[in-house]
C-alpha cells in the first residue's frame, strides 16, 4: 500500500497518467490523471490485461517475475 499512495502522489504531482488494473475496486484519490481498470476474476487476467496495454517505455510496478518478464519483452520499464 505505501507503493501505491507514492504513485499517486508522484501521478497527481507531475501530472502523469496512472492506471491501475485489478480484479477488485481499489480505492482511488479523485484526480483525473488516475484511473482504475476492473478485469474479470481469475488466474492471470489483470496481468493478461497489463500485456495487452503496455507500451514501450511505460512504467509497470510489480512483484511477479512473469509479468515483469513480458512488460520488459514489449519494452516496459519494470521495478519491483
Known sequence: KPVREILFRVAIRNQIELLMVANQILQLPVSTKIRMMQVNKGFDE?????????????????????????????GAIVIN
Do not use: G, W, Y
Not at 497489463?50 to 520488459?72: E, F, G, M
Open 46 to 74: 489483470a496481468d493478461n490485461e497489463i500485456v495487452k496495454l503496455i507500451n514501450k517505455d511505460d512504467l509497470l510496478v510489480t512483484a511477479d517475475i512473469p509479468l515483469a518478464s513480458d512488460a520488459i519483452n514489449k
